[in-house]
């Protein structure tokens, strides 16, 4: 079992920066793909960025192409979401999920409980 602990989560304007982090416990992340998914208020849940074991792949939902750089610190089982030139419309719970294979489909294994960030106009 892989648990996953978001934080970073928040209230900033519109332009502004977060970084995101999700923290796993119970088993090394090194041997999953890691994801970062959104749901916005009335809309389903949506894929964001993702990354593969080593951290050598990253793929991205084209919404935040340039802004939303993912990256990992094995070392610190630690999973990062740096969120650039945000804007209202990125206004979400952001999850962070662990799986075997780095997709932007939301079949991953395990998921945290969610983190809000909130971007205001």
């Known amino acids: 079992q892989v648990q996953l602990v978001e934080s970073g989560g928040g209230l900033v304007q519109a332009g502004g920066s977060l970084r995101l982090s999700c923290a796993a416990s119970g088993r090394t992340i090194s041997s999953y793909a890691m994801g970062w998914f959104r749901q916005a208020p009335g809309k389903g849940r949506e894929a964001v960025a993702t990354?593969?074991?080593?951290?050598?792949?990253?793929s991205y939902v084209d919404s935040v192409k340039g802004r939303f750089p993912i990256s990992r610190d094995n070392a610190k089982n630690t999973v990062y979401l740096q969120m650039n030139s945000l804007n209202p419309e990125d206004t979400a719970v952001y999850y962070c999920?662990?799986?075997?294979?780095?997709?932007?489909?939301?079949?991953?294994?395990?998921w945290g409980q969610g983190t809000q960030v909130t971007v205001s106009s």
């Open positions: 999920a662990a799986g075997r294979i780095p997709t932007l489909r939301a079949t991953y294994d395990y």
């Open positions: 990354i593969s074991w080593g951290g050598g792949g990253t």
